[in-house]
């Protein structure tokens, strides 16, 4: 199969690394493009996933309608907040890409103004492809290496478009399951992110084993509580795009999500954590979209609130501890 990949920042260049070892033919298209001559020269990505060689037959191009002329499948690698600039871009130019059958987000998250879903975005704006999303615990560097992974591809509609996608990006060191909840895929990939930052302040504010463990926990029964309310399929929490990809980004110490809270808990500010970033830290911003959606459902939502608190309303970390400790007394389950 014939991949154009969309963006090449860390989890981008990885999956054209991935790709290219799963046997397809492979397109990577940064966005700037002294980014792309850089990555043509000196076949790696040194600006963000430094350290794993870009294949020679893996192309690097830049303008969007001749990567995407050969296309079976365009594979979106942007921040969330990047996600419909460049659908608009790809709808621009699919006038040649008479191949092209699928669109894959890897971004997790929510737009701001419209709470619209990556999958969402996508079919706003190219109905004429298959919206889907990848999601799973991933760590652009171990995926690059060639560890073993396990990730969900999840789309709805042609079951045998998603099985082909299914076994063309599969390898014998990332296995892919699917899936049709493609809206519990996605709250899945976006609420970790935010459970994420507590995990961070767990960690920061050094309250132990004990602590770390009742949190995840806790944050486990949330998620499903919470997406389940918002649509999703109950057994997706309990996935890799839930309950797998929550204890990945809640413990790795690559965690964009988990350092932020930890740098919090240490007294650094929002507004420096957050400027001067070649990336982005999505759990911030997911917070408020995913607490207006609470609100709008009605769900109890504690450990979502306090977090939103901590990074919205200028809560000190150590009342986070103090507020759930302090909870009236209830049943597990």
């Known amino acids: 199969m014939n991949f154009a990949i969309l963006g090449a920042g860390a989890w981008g260049t990885a999956m054209a690394i991935q790709l290219h070892r799963a046997g397809n033919r492979v397109t990577l298209a940064p966005r700037r493009m002294e980014h ?48 419909r600039e460049l659908c608009e871009k790809v709808r621009d130019a699919l006038l040649g890409a008479e191949q092209l059958k699928m669109a894959i987000a890897l971004c997790k998250g929510y737009e701001r103004e419209t709470l619209r879903a990556p999958a969402e975005i996508v079919q706003d704006l190219l109905p004429e492809l298959t919206a889907a999303v990848l999601s799973g615990p991933t760590f652009a560097g171990e995926v690059a290496a060639g560890k073993p992974t396990a990730i969900v591809l999840a789309a709805e509609g042609d079951a045998d478009q998603l099985l082909e996608a299914q076994h063309a990006i599969s390898s014998e060191s990332l296995r892919v399951y699917r899936s049709n909840d493609l809206h519990g895929v996605e709250l899945g990939g976006s609420l970790k992110n935010v459970y994420a930052i507590g995990a961070g302040l767990c960690d920061g504010l050094k309250l132990g084993d004990n602590a770390k463990a009742a949190y995840l926990t806790r944050a486990l029964a949330e998620m499903v509580r919470l997406g389940a309310a918002l649509g999703g399929k109950p057994e997706t929490f309990y996935g890799l795009s839930g309950f797998g990809d929550l204890i990945a980004t809640c413990n ?82």
């Open 252 to 333: 790795g110490e690559w965690s964009r999500n988990r350092t932020f809270g930890e740098a919090l808990a240490k007294g650094q500010g929002i507004d420096e954590l957050l400027s001067g970033r070649k990336t982005v830290v999505e759990g911030y911003w997911a917070a408020q979209c995913v607490q207006d959606m609470a609100k709008k459902v009605g769900v109890d939502a504690p450990i979502l609130g306090e977090i939103h608190r901590v990074c919205y309303s200028k809560g000190h970390p150590t009342e986070v501890v103090s507020n759930l400790m302090g909870r009236q007394l209830k049943a597990e389950h």
């Open 36 to 83: 792309a001559l850089a990555l043509a020269s000196e076949r790696e990505n040194r600006d963000y996933l430094p350290g794993y060689a870009l294949p020679s037959d893996i192309q690097i191009g830049c303008e969007i309608a001749p990567v995407l002329m050969e296309a079976d499948y365009v594979i979106l690698a942007c921040p969330s907040t990047g996600l």
